[in-house]
Each structure stands twice: as structure tokens, then as C-alpha cells.
């Protein structure tokens, strides 16, 4: 296989990745926003459609274009290439959190979902579930690192510092916005006071 037509395999597997990752995010927000348990299995089912078209198609052939295009114009010397080394670091860290920690996520909502009628309010467990601090890091940690990969791709930086510096600042911004997430209700006094002014009135 020529250059041209694995470039063009690679660019089509990570723009089908590119999109399943944002389609997950997305997805991600109507999960954290049900408010029973028929909306929030059929999240569950839309992750799992956009997990088996889109998101496994375009791992295994970035994957297998990008180990052909290592293997055949870099060998084991790409390791010398911080930009080079560095997007294949995280592309297998992105894979194994995936088969790891989302999964798992995925499964116990399911497991804890599992003979609840559409109609059900969550219960307190299936609350906590959907808010582990964990899964929750990773449904924003993995939009960053996706787009911290193909910005190595286009600068190529040759420098670990700055290397480290991306990827240190990708994993703040997630737990910012993890924290973000998982933050408490606000406060109803305000309005509690306001309704109990109004009906002295």
C-alpha cells in the first residue's frame, strides 16, 4: 500500500474517531441531565450505536494505518520524535481507559438499570453511578486529549517540555471541568427566603 492511500486511511480513522468522541461528549450531557430511567438508558443505548459504527471502525483503522505507517517510514526510531512518540502514547492510553474505566461505567449503569421500568425516577445508587468522579474526569479528558493528538500531528513539537506541558494542561482543564460537572446544587435560600417574604406579605 502506498503512502498516499495510508495517509488517507489514517485521516479517515481518525476523523471517524474525531467524531465518535465528540458524539460520546455530547451524549454524555443528555446522561448527566436524566431525570429517569427511560431517558437515561436510552443514552445508554445511543453510546452503545456510536461505540459499535463509528467509534471501533475508526480505532482500528487509525490503528491499523498508523502501526503501518510506523512501521514502514519510522521503525523503532519514532520513539526519538517526541511529537510522534507522544500521540502514540496517548492514543493507547485514550484506547486502554476506554476498555477500562468507560467500559466499566457503561456496564454497571446498565447492570443497575436493568428490570427498571422507563417510567422510574433514579434512585439514589443509579444517582451515584452516574456521577462517579472517575468517569466523569474521562467524558471530558478524552474530547482534550483527542484534540492535544492532532495538534501534535500538525505543529510536531520536538520538545518533551512542551509535550508535557499539553498534556499537564489537558488534565487540569478536565478536572476543572469535572469539578465543574459534580459540583452541589446551588443554594435555595434565596428563593426560599423570597417565597416566605412574599407570603408574609
Avoid: K
Wanted: net charge positive.
Amino acid at each position: 500500500m502506498n503512502h498516499r492511500l495510508l495517509l488517507a486511511a489514517h485521516l479517515v480513522g481518525a476523523a471517524a474517531l474525531g467524531a465518535a468522541i465528540v458524539a460520546l461528549w455530547w451524549n454524555d450531557r443528555r446522561i448527566a441531565r436524566a431525570g429517569d430511567c427511560g431517558t437515561l438508558a436510552g443514552a445508554g443505548r445511543r453510546a452503545q450505536a456510536i461505540v459499535q459504527r463509528l467509534l471501533l471502525p475508526g480505532v482500528l483503522l487509525l490503528a491499523a494505518s498508523g502501526v503501518w505507517l510506523l512501521a514502514r517510514y519510522y521503525g523503532w526510531s519514532f520513539v526519538r520524535l517526541p511529537w510522534l512518540a507522544a500521540m502514540a502514547a496517548l492514543f493507547v492510553f485514550q484506547s486502554v481507559w476506554a476498555n477500562t474505566v468507560t467500559r466499566h461505567h457503561g456496564q454497571r449503569l446498565g447492570r443497575l438499570l436493568a428490570g427498571r421500568c422507563a417510567t422510574d425516577r433514579l434512585t439514589p445508587e443509579l444517582e451515584r453511578a452516574r456521577r462517579a468522579p472517575l468517569a466523569c474526569f474521562g467524558q471530558q479528558l478524552e474530547p482534550l486529549l483527542f484534540a492535544l493528538i492532532v495538534a501534535f500531528g500538525l505543529a510536531r513539537p520536538m520538545d518533551w517540555v512542551a509535550i508535557a506541558a499539553g498534556v499537564a494542561a489537558a488534565g487540569l482543564l478536565a478536572a476543572a471541568l469535572t469539578a465543574y460537572t459534580l459540583r452541589p446544587p446551588a443554594s435555595s435560600s434565596f428563593s426560599s427566603a423570597s417565597v416566605e417574604a412574599a407570603g408574609r406579605a
